[in-house]
């Protein structure tokens, strides 16, 4: 499992409230519900509690996601539907309450963050989401990043599809979240004649058996939905639309019926898979990503237009000799575009032109190269992000700790590379002829083999635990990478 720190992920319905402790990798550790309520206060007192049962040294920071218009940079609720927080300083309070750092979203770039991260929308740079439950959010990624407008863009549920529909929460009429939402199955059926206690999958054992008035339900429930997908991939024309939410896989059954209404405007359109959990574990992701940059704003350089410029970040791809570290470094630099910086790449050319030396020399020669690294990323302009191959373990913790400050490096994530000592022995055995002299010999495998037993982690910041006589999971690392220290980029 990977190594990390600890969020509490925090997903605010206008049925259900639901906390988990969420890990750097996206793992649920722990998780309490509660019943939602339309009283701000009421749901806030019940989101203290539960961040009370779910704390621990060992949580970092909070997040929460919040239906409604969310300005995340000013961290201020500016307006909600079923569950109204603006009247509420929630992140202010419950950082008050809990010590914790406290992050908000919007809901629903909550739950898209997550299934970036880990679900069905890993792999895919543009994606539109639909949460279909007691209202409906929306959220939008271009690049894989959240597309805020100057700070609330998203509120998909808001799409107009019937300019003389029923009266929504946000003071117009026939948006889609009156027509498609959960509380809109419900007056569905309703004005159908049919009792409360209908489900939706009744609904859909029964149009399957050939009733008509379940057919016209789910018709008129998922015609509009249809409407408004098309509406969105006419605007940002994405690579894959995607339907969460407690109904997501519903809606997505249900738009069988409803086909694309022009051919201009196709896209994929695909369940979430990571349903009720998306929220809490994209809220938790995200407390992790900002807690992780820790320099303030105050100190940041400026961009000519006044913004904040973050300051150089390094992923650092740690690992003992014949760990795989390499081939995970080059993995990642290629994948993420970053650059990298390897202590055999620098020592091995010294080594060659030298004539190689002995073992002692080989650890000043890599004390020197390892100081060269630092100085490069020292160099580079504000905001880079590095990757860094080397084993951490051979210098004191302080030195990196000095270098790091040096190089003005404000934010680290570490990727752990291990395998069993039998292995690397035999990997370190099989490459000898390949590595130049000056490298130690065979010498080294016992050496090598009772450090496998004892070497840890430099657990500094998020961690990232790879097994690498397992195949490399490069979809999972870059994921990881993406929701941590790639989050602002």
Same mark, same amino acid.
Request: proline content about 6%; overall charge negative.
């Given at each position: 499992?990977?190594?990390?720190?600890?969020?509490?992920?925090?997903?605010?319905?206008?049925?259900?409230?639901?906390?988990?402790?969420?890990? @750097?990798?996206?793992?649920?550790?722990?998780?309490?519900?509660?019943?939602?309520?339309?009283?701000?206060?009421?749901?806030?007192?019940?989101? %203290?509690?539960?961040?009370?049962?779910?704390?621990?040294?060992?949580?970092?920071?909070?997040?929460?996601?919040?239906?409604?218009?969310?300005?995340?940079?000013?961290? %201020?609720?500016?307006? @909600?539907?079923?569950?109204?927080?603006?009247?509420?300083?929630?992140?202010?309070?419950?950082?008050?309450?809990?010590?914790?750092?406290?992050?908000?979203?919007?809901?629903? +770039?909550?739950?898209?963050?997550?299934?970036?991260?880990?679900?069905?929308?890993?792999?895919?740079?543009?994606?539109?989401?639909?949460?279909?439950?007691?209202?409906?959010?929306? /959220?939008?990624?271009?690049?894989?990043?959240?597309?805020?407008?100057?700070?609330? /863009?998203?509120?998909?549920?808001?799409?107009?599809?019937?300019?003389?529909?029923?009266?929504?929460?946000?003071?117009?009429?026939?948006?889609?979240?009156?027509?498609?939402?959960?509380? $809109? &199955?419900?007056?569905?059926?309703?004005?159908?004649?049919?009792?409360?206690?209908?489900?939706?999958?009744? &609904?859909?054992?029964?149009?399957?058996? *050939?009733?008509?008035?379940?057919?016209?339900?789910?018709?008129?429930?998922?015609?509009?939905?249809? $409407?408004?997908?098309?509406?969105?991939? =006419?605007?940002?024309?994405?690579?894959?639309? !995607? !339907? @969460?939410?407690?109904?997501?896989?519903?809606?997505?059954?249900?738009?069988?019926?409803?086909?694309?209404?022009?051919?201009?405007?196709?896209?994929?359109?695909?369940?979430?898979?990571?349903?009720?959990?998306?929220?809490?574990?994209?809220?938790?992701?995200?407390?992790?990503?900002? #807690?992780?940059?820790?320099?303030?704003?105050?100190? =940041?350089?400026?961009?000519?237009?006044?913004?904040?410029?973050?300051?150089?970040?390094?992923?650092?791809?740690?690992?003992?000799?014949?760990?795989? #570290?390499?081939?995970?470094?080059?993995?990642? $630099?290629?994948?993420?575009?970053?650059?990298?910086?390897?202590?055999?790449?620098? #020592? +091995?050319?010294?080594?060659?032109?030298?004539?190689?030396?002995?073992?002692?020399?080989?650890?000043?020669?890599?004390?020197?190269?390892?100081?060269?690294?630092?100085?490069?990323? *020292?160099? =580079?302009?504000?905001?880079?992000?590095?990757?860094?191959?080397?084993?951490?373990?051979?210098?004191?913790?302080?030195? &990196?700790?000095?270098?790091?400050?040096?190089?003005?490096?404000?934010?680290?994530?570490?990727?752990?590379?291990?395998?069993?000592?039998?292995?690397?022995?035999?990997?370190?055995?099989?490459?000898?002829?390949?590595?130049?002299?000056?490298?130690?010999?065979?010498?080294?495998?016992?050496?090598?083999?009772?450090?496998?037993?004892?070497?840890?982690?430099?657990?500094?910041?998020?961690?990232?635990?790879?097994?690498?006589? #397992?195949?490399? %999971?490069?979809?999972?690392?870059?994921?990881?990478?993406?929701?941590?220290?790639?989050?602002?980029?």
């Amino acid at each position: 499992m990977p190594l990390s720190s600890i969020a509490i992920g925090i997903d605010i319905g206008g049925t259900n409230l639901r906390a988990a402790r969420i890990s @750097g990798a996206g793992e649920i550790l722990d998780r309490i519900s509660e019943k939602s309520a339309p009283d701000p206060e009421l749901v806030l007192s019940r989101i %203290a509690e539960m961040v009370r049962r779910l704390d621990s040294p060992e949580v970092a920071a909070i997040g929460i996601g919040v239906p409604g218009r969310v300005d995340a940079r000013l961290g %201020a609720v500016l307006s @909600g539907g079923y569950v109204n927080l603006a009247s509420v300083s929630l992140a202010q309070r419950l950082e008050s309450l809990a010590g914790k750092p406290v992050v908000i979203d919007n809901d629903c +770039n909550m739950a898209l963050m997550a299934e970036m991260a880990l679900g069905a929308a890993s792999g895919h740079e543009s994606i539109v989401m639909f949460t279909i439950g007691t209202g409906i959010g929306g /959220a939008v990624a271009q690049d894989r990043r959240i597309v805020r407008g100057k700070g609330t /863009a998203g509120q998909l549920g808001h799409i107009t599809v019937d300019i003389s529909g029923e009266a929504c929460a946000c003071g117009r009429r026939g948006c889609v979240e009156t027509t498609s939402s959960g509380t $809109a &199955l419900g007056r569905h059926v309703a004005r159908a004649g049919l009792g409360p206690d209908v489900s939706v999958d009744q &609904l859909f054992a029964r149009d399957a058996g *050939g009733d008509p008035l379940a057919r016209g339900i789910l018709q008129a429930w998922a015609g509009p939905l249809r $409407a408004a997908i098309d509406t969105t991939v =006419a605007m940002f024309d994405p690579d894959l639309v !995607l !339907l @969460g939410g407690g109904l997501g896989l519903a809606a997505h059954r249900a738009l069988a019926g409803a086909p694309a209404l022009a051919p201009w405007y196709q896209c994929p359109v695909a369940p979430a898979q990571l349903g009720d959990d998306a929220g809490v574990i994209g809220a938790g992701l995200q407390a992790l990503a900002r #807690k992780a940059e820790v320099a303030p704003v105050s100190s =940041a350089r400026l961009n000519p237009g006044g913004r904040a410029v973050p300051g150089r970040r390094a992923v650092l791809v740690n690992g003992i000799p014949a760990s795989g #570290k390499s081939t995970v470094s080059r993995g990642i $630099a290629e994948r993420m575009g970053w650059p990298l910086l390897a202590l055999d790449t620098i #020592k +091995n050319p010294f080594l060659e032109v030298l004539g190689g030396g002995d073992r002692e020399f080989n650890r000043t020669l890599g004390r020197a190269s390892y100081e060269a690294i630092w100085s490069v990323i *020292g160099e =580079a302009p504000a905001g880079t992000i590095f990757v860094v191959d080397a084993w951490f373990g051979f210098q004191p913790r302080q030195v &990196l700790e000095d270098h790091l400050r040096r190089a003005g490096v404000e934010q680290t994530a570490e990727i752990w590379c291990h395998a069993p000592g039998e292995v690397l022995a035999e990997r370190y055995r099989a490459r000898l002829d390949q590595r130049p002299a000056g490298h130690p010999g065979a010498a080294y495998i016992p050496d090598l083999t009772e450090l496998a037993d004892r070497a840890e982690p430099l657990r500094r910041g998020p961690l990232f635990d790879v097994d690498t006589t #397992k195949p490399i %999971a490069f979809d999972a690392i870059t994921q990881w990478l993406q929701a941590t220290i790639a989050a602002d980029t």
